[in-house]
């Protein structure tokens, strides 16, 4: 069974200029243990997709989706109390800022004692002795000093860590971190994420990590989605995508990697992303695509399982590209 | 914090000089002297005017009289009030409690009242709910309290009878002034006729308190709605609720805690608004505290009693907001733990 299985997802926001969906038709399947990337440009509903799984969409922000499976359990028709047990238990997520994300009144200790007590109860003793286990889990050093301290008295690096050893406290079986090493200074970055990769190896903990960072999808992810303006493009196990991308979109990502430059130029994508307003019909990415044809403008293009891969293209590239 | 502390008390000197100067100044801009304003319609012989006002004191020029009252305020003598002949300072320390508790209650009022009401103002943004508190809280914050006072005398006391219309206490209790505050003197009270006094007093205490938190409530909603809008767009918020907390611990915990920074030195800040509030109040029903007192000091030109009444509650009004930033300080672990 698979742990999480998503079919159809679409999240609508209602904006002054009408209703607006931030998310449209996103399928996704994953196992126990896996590792899934998901990229994409700024603004093309990565975030929004995953906060839709944990039920953090607020009103009036509507989600719909033909199946949405966590572990057996179907998200769409749970209670809010009864997703309440789930969120923060079995699925936990990261943020991109670690700084803001943690309570400033709070010292961390309280935090994570919080998620223990309103999931697990046990004695304050065991919490506690649990929590500084848990920081010292996640990498910090002198632990049981650090309760008492406030997230301004830890850099973002250890902030970072104290909401990782949040997310794991209740022993989840996904984790979702949405850039959580976007905000952090380089050096740090790769101890973050190396910390994620080990804890979700050991504990045989799915993942999903959501990044603008091709080259860390490279190194970490088993799979990859990728997303353009609210749609999923495509999917493909991280390996085959890097040998050869279905999507035009992918493509012009990939190409767009420093050490894939051809030249000593670095590729980008001619124009922008299409905003709230100006969505094009047809397929979303036509108006920046190279081999956009007549039917790419009509028609929009489905999720089909082409070439081995799962893309939303009329004509997928073929060939060897890069 | 110690620097920033000797700034305050810094400002609050030159602040005094001003406050000492207006009030001896104003007050004698008032026509009528202490002597012409007890005599009336009577008359008094200009002879004997004369004396009266020397043995006040008051026939010597303003500035020695100034520099006079100055020493005696830098040796802590606020003088001597010339209508009772009682020390300032007694008098006022023996009225101070009826207005203390007034505006002990009114704040408490206004606090749980407009707390609430701003939380869920803010929750339910843009809702029926939303706007009518809003709404209501904008005609409280601008109503005239004399007017308001006036209105709710009429309803309740006249037309339903509900609540008494002057004072702290009915005519048949007597009451030993121990602490001041009518609420603990009833109790203390053991005389078996004062039976029922406490329930009495509180019974006084309705309207006012009423009355005067009414401007308090309203900002203090008005705030609490605006400081939670803030803080409930926060990502920490967002993190609460992706631990699965729930809702009311979400705004209770998560968010309240935050906005309560900001809600709080508004409530500090409003104490000065509340002594004038009191002023006015306690006119309208009568309640013997300062601000009464301070009303009829300027109709008797009881000159010693207004200027050292309004210098003390000046000092009182620095201390509390004082107070209040030290607070701030506290409640915001992020000052707090700053060396
Ligand atoms: N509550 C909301 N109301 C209206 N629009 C929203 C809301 N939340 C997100 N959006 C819009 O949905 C779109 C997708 O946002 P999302 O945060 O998922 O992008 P993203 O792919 O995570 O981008 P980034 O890489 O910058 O984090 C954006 O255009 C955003 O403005
Ligand atoms: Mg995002």
């Known amino acids: 069974m698979p742990l999480l299985e998503i079919r159809n997802l679409a999240v609508e926001f209602q904006t002054h200029r009408g209703p607006f969906r931030a998310v449209d038709g996103v399928d996704l399947t994953l196992e126990p243990g896996e590792l899934l990337g998901v990229v994409g440009e700024s603004g093309s509903g990565k975030s929004v997709t995953m906060l839709a799984v944990m039920g953090l969409i607020a009103w009036p922000g509507k989600v719909t989706a033909d199946v949405m499976r966590f572990d057996g359990i179907d998200l769409m028709s749970l209670s809010d109390s009864d997703r309440r047990k789930i969120v923060g238990k079995d699925i936990a997520m990261i943020f991109q800022e670690p700084m803001t994300s943690l309570n400033p009144s709070f010292s961390v200790g309280y935090q994570i004692m919080e998620t223990l007590a309103v999931h697990e109860g046990g004695s304050r003793r065991e919490r506690r002795r649990r929590t500084i286990e848990l920081l010292e889990q996640v990498g910090i050093p002198a632990a049981a000093s650090r309760l008492d301290s406030f997230p301004h008295q830890l850099s973002g690096g250890m902030c970072q860590r104290v909401m990782i050893a949040m997310a794991i406290a209740c022993n989840p079986k996904l984790l979702i971190a949405d850039e959580p090493t976007t905000a952090l200074d380089v050096t740090i970055q790769a101890q973050i994420l190396d910390l994620l990769v080990s804890l979700s190896r050991e504990r045989n903990m799915a993942m999903v990590l959501i990044t603008h960072d091709m080259g860390v999808v490279a190194e970490t992810a088993q799979r990859v989605m990728v997303m353009y303006a609210s749609q999923q493009v495509e999917e493909q196990p991280a390996e085959r995508l890097f040998e050869q991308p279905r999507h035009p979109y992918t493509a012009a990502l990939l190409e767009a990697l420093p050490e894939r430059a051809l030249e000593k130029r670095l590729n980008t994508i001619p124009g922008v992303v299409p905003g709230i307003a100006d969505r094009p019909s047809g397929c979303v990415f036509n108006p920046r695509c190279n081999f956009a044809q007549e039917r790419c403008r009509i028609e929009q293009p489905l999720l089909e399982p082409k070439l081995g891969a799962r893309v939303r293209c009329h004509f997928p590239i073929r060939g060897d590209v890069s | ?339």
């Not at chain 2, 101070?96 to 508790?101: G, I, M």
């Not at chain 2, 609430?116 to 005239?144: E, N, Q, W």
């Not at chain 2, 009270?189 to 309207?207: Q, R, V």
């Open chain 2, 1 to 339: 914090m110690l620097r920033f502390v000797l700034t305050r008390v810094g400002l609050v000197i030159p602040t005094f000089l001003g406050i000492i100067l207006l009030t001896f100044i104003l007050i004698r801009l008032v026509p009528g002297d202490p002597v012409q304003v007890r005599v009336g319609e009577r008359g008094i012989t200009e002879e004997r005017r004369l004396a009266l006002l020397h043995e006040m004191g008051l026939d010597r020029p303003l500035h020695v009289q100034f520099f006079d009252y100055v020493g005696g305020v830098l040796q802590g003598d606020l003088g001597i009030s010339i209508i009772t002949k009682k020390p300032v300072m007694v008098e006022f320390l023996t009225l101070f409690p009826a207005t203390l508790e007034l505006a002990f209650f009114a704040i408490l009022f206004a606090a749980s009242i407009g707390l609430p009401l701003g939380v869920i103002a803010a929750v339910r943004r843009g809702s029926a709910f939303d706007h009518t508190v809003m709404g209501l809280s904008l005609t409280g914050y601008s109503m005239p309290i004399f007017w308001w006072g006036l209105l709710l005398i009429l309803l309740f006391s006249v037309d339903l009878g509900w609540t008494p219309v002057a004072k702290r206490l009915s005519d048949d209790y007597f009451v030993d002034q121990v602490t001041g505050f009518m609420l603990i003197d009833t109790l203390l009270s053991d005389d078996p006729m004062n039976e029922g006094s406490f329930l009495d007093a509180l019974h006084h205490l309705i309207l006012p308190t009423v009355v005067l938190g009414t401007v308090p409530l309203a900002v203090i909603a008005r705030m609490t709605r605006s400081a939670m809008l803030e803080v409930l767009g926060e990502d920490y918020i967002r993190t609460a609720r992706a631990k699965g907390l729930g809702s009311i611990r979400v705004v209770a915990v998560h968010a309240l805690r935050n906005a309560l920074v900001p809600v709080v030195t508004v409530i500090g800040l409003q104490v000065g608004t509340l002594m004038g509030g009191a002023i006015l109040t306690e006119t309208v029903f009568s309640w013997p505290g300062i601000g009464k007192w301070l009303v009829e000091s300027i109709g008797r030109r009881d000159y010693p009693a207004l200027q050292g009444g309004v210098l003390v509650i000046a000092a009182l009004v620095m201390t509390v907001n004082l107070a209040v930033d030290l607070l701030y300080g506290l409640l915001n672990p992020r000052i707090r733990h700053r060396r």
